[in-house]
């Protein structure tokens, strides 16, 4: 226990469960528990991800169901605090992917649009995370994003996904080339394996951090007054 390093393991306790969908802000949650969203590309293995940190090989596979891919999917989660038997509550909110090059134009307008009120409105909301395939250099659509986020001071962390993927090298020279290109408000990159578990618990360390031990960010609500575009 003494060599333990408490901050970068996974869970010792660890619930989450399908909350529901939403179509509109209307229905998203009413009851205030602190938001960390999962945004990414199609394919980058968001869903996966979601899994894995859940510990469940099925929870996001609802988000994956026809008609729900375009829904902004809620998962709550209890998870136990380190060194404590107390369980923290918080959602785990699957964003809908962007990059969807065959759907049709106003179809990917509309779910951006929900994914972007969410990011730009959601006052519960204390960390984004991004994911992006490690293997793959950043596209002209992840750079939008990005500046995205920092300018409107959004709190984001990167997680780079399927290192399993590449050499213990090549992967250090991909994580040091996106640590380079992230932005102010970034919390970090957090290389990742989906599928090989690795990585899991420094993001859920992130997580922790940034949404649950540190109080709630006060400029969350003036973000919301402030509309569109985030600034004065
Ligand atoms: P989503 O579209 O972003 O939700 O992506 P999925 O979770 O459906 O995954 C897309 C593909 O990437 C699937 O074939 C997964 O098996 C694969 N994948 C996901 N995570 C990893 C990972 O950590 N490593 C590798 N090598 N493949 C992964």
Redesign the pocket.
């Known amino acids: 226990m003494k060599h333990e390093t408490p901050s970068r393991v996974f869970p010792r306790r660890l619930e989450a469960r399908f909350a529901g969908s939403a179509a509109s802000p209307a229905q998203f949650p009413q009851d205030g528990l602190p938001e960390v969203a999962f945004l990414?590309?199609?394919?980058?293995?968001?869903?996966?991800?979601l899994?894995?940190l859940a510990a469940t090989r099925r929870l996001?596979h609802v988000?994956?169901t026809p008609g729900r891919t375009r829904l902004v999917n809620f998962f709550r989660a209890s998870v136990e605090r380190p060194g404590s038997r107390k369980l923290d509550e918080l959602y785990l909110v699957d964003l809908p992917?962007y990059g969807y090059a065959k759907a049709p134009r106003e179809v990917r307008e509309s779910f951006e649009e929900l994914a972007l009120s969410y990011l730009l409105e959601r006052e519960a909301l204390r960390l984004a995370v991004f994911?992006v395939?490690v293997r793959h250099e950043p596209s002209e659509r992840d750079h939008q994003l990005r500046e995205f986020l920092d300018g409107n001071e959004l709190p984001w962390a990167l997680a780079a996904?399927?290192?399993?993927?590449l050499s213990k090298n090549e992967a250090r020279t991909r994580v040091r080339a996106l640590e380079a290109g992230i932005g102010l408000t970034s919390a970090g990159v957090v290389p990742?394996?989906?599928?090989?578990g690795?990585g899991l618990g420094e993001l859920w360390s992130l997580i922790r951090a940034v949404a649950l031990d540190s109080p709630a960010a006060p400029e969350r609500q003036a973000l919301a007054i402030r509309g569109d575009d985030g600034r004065n």
């Open positions: 990414g590309r199609s394919n980058v293995g968001k869903s996966s991800l899994n894995a996001a988000s994956q992917g994911i395939d996904n399927k290192v399993d993927a990742v394996s989906a599928e090989k690795l």
